[in-house]
């Protein structure tokens, strides 16, 4: 009789699985996922699709856990290295069962872990528990799987190519990409082979120990580089990604940033006017401006749940063709299948740029608002849900306007200010957003108020 496994509480994530190799995270642990996915099965026979990306830990986890699949009956489609956008593609194109995702993400290099579909939809929530369970209890089968690998880049590149309208792209366009040594880099590489114009690549070797810089396009030093660039050489554009390339950082011709939410509202114009009334959906996080921009062009705006598997699935429900988040994860339905793909959305965006409308024209037409980044406030996992559940109780005997969907948005005639529970780091996360200097000032103070009633504070 084999043994129980137990997976450590701290990797069992919202959306995914995640933790630190060595430490939290070991292929034991690989290998059991492989054993209890592959089980959860009703039929004898399931299809399972896996993918890695770049990190040094990845070979060795892909390894284990295609041993778990296949020592539980599963015939295993490996599909080598690259992005999750490429696992999801393969999904959707060869229809399988399953499909996992080897990937650390943006996480650091030391980091690593898997997400999960299960058919086309996302793994995730109560499936990620009842993983831990199923290992507790012994849930799993043995019998014998079969193995093949499956070269897919190449189809997956056609695709992004044939879902795109390269026709519109400007003949003498100036584009930067910078990979961030991630998992699209070898793809990119390829991709501008048939793209118009001049197309530079920095830090395109795929490399797990991130030399060049953390792959995180959220974080503004990350980016120095590729702004540099942009500003230097006179490029329309710069492209930013992510380590395993479902989230897409922008920089317009003069080295501003565009962030998440405001990639969002840039998209929307031509999604919209290919389909008109359609519902647009970003999280909470979003500024208000992008709500009131999605109204003002003719869309309904869905505010929803911070989280790629939880944008999925409400785009899915409500046949929204459009969803994006702050942190940079697009999600096309419009052309395309339905997931966040950073290189779909920094195709789409070339679609727009031409000799009458630049990045920065869009974003000189954009409302001014003043407003913090994420600021993430440490608090244990235990903890951090404890808070906003009192917070909650707190605000409503206060009679303020709060939008619950995702933590506490609290809207105020100046702006409104966030605070939310991470589900993937022991962190609460807070923003706000102003109409003037002075307003974010008295935002921060209110909601400083707040947190310094559970001995915290926003600094």
């Known amino acids: 009789m084999f043994e129980s496994h137990k997976f450590n509480n701290s990797i069992l994530r919202a959306y995914d699985i995640r933790g630190i190799v060595g ?71 060869l229809k399988s069962d399953g499909a996992i995702m080897v990937t650390g993400s943006h996480n650091p290099s030391n980091h690593n872990g898997f997400k999960i579909m299960k058919g086309t939809v996302p793994f995730f929530g109560k499936d990620i528990v009842d993983i831990g369970l199923r290992g507790l209890n012994k849930n799993w089968q043995y019998a014998k799987g079969n193995l093949r690998d499956y070269y ?17 792209f400007k003949n003498n366009i100036k584009v930067v990409w910078d990979p961030g040594n991630g998992a699209t880099g070898e793809i990119i590489q390829k991709l501008v082979n048939f793209l118009p114009g001049e197309h530079v690549l920095i830090n395109e070797d795929i490399d797990g120990t991130f030399p060049s810089h953390h792959p995180d396009p959220t974080d ?94 409400k785009m899915k429900e409500i046949s929204a063709p459009l969803a ?4 940079g ?21 070339l679609e727009l740029i031409n000799d009458n409308y630049t990045l920065d024209d869009f974003l000189n037409s954009f409302p001014k608002t003043f407003s913090t980044q994420e600021i993430r406030i440490e608090c244990s996992d235990e903890r951090k849900f404890t808070i906003i559940e009192k917070l909650t109780s707190l605000l409503d005997n206060e009679g303020l306007i709060v939008n619950k969907i995702d933590g506490l948005r609290v809207k105020k005639e100046t702006g409104w200010w966030l605070l939310r529970a991470s589900n993937t780091q022991a962190v609460l996360v807070a923003r706000i957003e102003a109409d003037s200097e002075n307003s974010l000032k008295k935002l921060k103070e209110e909601l400083s108020f707040y947190l310094k009633k559970f001995d915290l504070s926003l600094t």
């Not at 997956?156 to 044939?162: E, H």
């Not at 003719?298 to 944008?311: D, L, Q, R, V």
């Not at 994006?324 to 942190?327: A, F, H, T």
């Open 324 to 327: 994006g988040e702050m942190s």
């Open 220 to 313: 503004p030093k990350n980016l120095e580089e590729i702004i540099s660039i942009v500003k230097g050489q006179k490029f329309d554009v710069g492209f930013s990604f992510d380590g395993d390339g479902d989230r897409l950082g922008l920089v317009s011709g003069s080295g501003k940033i565009i962030w998440g939410d405001q990639i969002v509202a840039l998209l929307a114009q031509e999604v919209l006017k290919a389909i008109p009334n359609s519902p647009i959906i970003a999280d909470v996080k979003a500024s208000q401006n992008l709500f009131n921009e999605i109204k003002r062009l003719g869309g309904i705006p869905i505010m929803w749940k911070t989280g790629h598997s939880f944008i999925k699935l």
């Open 152 to 168: 897919i880049q190449d189809e997956y590149i056609k695709t992004l190519l044939k879902s795109t309208k390269i026709n519109n």
């Open 23 to 93: 430490e939290t995270l070991h292929n034991i642990d690989a290998e059991r996922l492989g054993n209890i996915f592959a089980s959860s099965f009703n039929t004898d026979k399931k299809k399972i699709i896996v993918c890695r990306d770049g990190r040094l830990s990845s070979p060795d986890l892909v390894n284990s856990l295609k041993k778990g699949l296949l020592d539980s009956g599963a015939d295993v489609i490996d599909i080598g290295l690259g992005p999750s956008p490429m696992l999801y593609y393969a999904a959707n194109h």
């Open 329 to 349: 994860h697009i999600f096309f339905s419009d052309r395309y299948y339905g997931y966040d793909d950073g290189i779909y959305a920094a195709l789409r965006v």
